[in-house]
């Protein structure tokens, strides 16, 4: 168990909905990633949050937004879906100044 | 740029027997690597990193990986290979500038027959 938590743990629905995935880090790590994880892409950094302001953008939708709130919970909102957001979403958070992320369990998502 | 290049997409060994898992790197500056271990349904665990100190990385499970700097690689083994560790396994390097942001190879899934 890495201490990183992420619900739900799967995710099923239409498209053009929109969805929200939350993620918890381990406590004390102030950096919280996303990344996505499909067939065809790979694994994919998505954005990052540190201490509740954005760091860093990488592969991230329009559709897509992020936000890491004052008790360092982030949420990952998607909007719009299409079938091709079908994906594994994982967060991953790290302690300011340290390289080494840890992973939580992921969300699976599944656009019908 | 930084960048990995996994050398291959499936590796089968026998159970007992040596693996061997092929990554290079691609980086302007020292870089940052890094093993992790997809197991199915689940997330992804840090078997070991490399940061500059020792180029040989003894991980768990019985991992380790040796960097080399003259062949930018950093290869995974295992001298003995357990049927747990069928997976897949990806090689990362560290943007390690303002982000650390994560840069995935395309992993190596490894099967172990009995």
């Known amino acids: 168990d890495s201490g990183v938590t992420q619900t739900p743990k799967h995710l099923i629905t239409a498209t053009g909905q929109r969805v929200t995935l939350r993620c918890s880090p381990r406590?004390?790590?102030?950096?919280v990633y996303w990344y996505q994880q499909s067939l065809d892409q790979g694994l994919q950094f998505l954005i990052q949050?540190?201490?509740?302001?954005?760091?860093a953008k990488g592969n991230i939708l329009e559709r897509f937004s992020a936000q890491q709130f004052p008790d360092l919970h982030s949420e990952l909102n998607l909007s719009s879906l299409e079938l091709g957001d079908s994906a594994l979403y994982f967060c991953?958070?790290?302690?300011?100044?340290?390289?080494?992320?840890?992973f939580g369990p992921g969300t699976r998502l599944l656009v019908l | 740029a930084q960048s990995v290049t996994q050398l291959d997409s499936h590796v089968s060994v026998s159970e007992g027997t040596p693996v061997l898992l092929r990554c290079n790197y691609s980086?302007?500056?020292?870089?940052?690597l890094f093993w992790y271990v997809q197991h199915p349904n689940k997330g992804l665990q840090l078997l070991l990193k490399y940061t500059s100190a020792a180029t040989l990385v003894k991980g768990i499970n019985g991992f380790e990986a040796e960097f080399k700097k003259s062949e930018t690689s950093f290869h995974l083994t295992k001298p003995s290979a357990h049927m747990s560790d069928a997976a897949e396994y990806f090689c990362?390097?560290?943007?390690?500038?303002?982000?650390?942001?994560?840069?995935f190879g395309t992993g190596t899934r490894l099967k172990v027959l009995a």
């Open positions: 980086s302007s500056y020292s870089p940052s």
């Open positions: 949050y540190y201490n509740g302001e954005e760091r």
């Open positions: 406590s004390g790590d102030l950096s």
């Open positions: 990362v390097v560290s943007d390690s500038g303002r982000t650390y942001k994560y840069i």
């Open positions: 991953a958070s790290s302690v300011k100044g340290v390289e080494t992320q840890y």
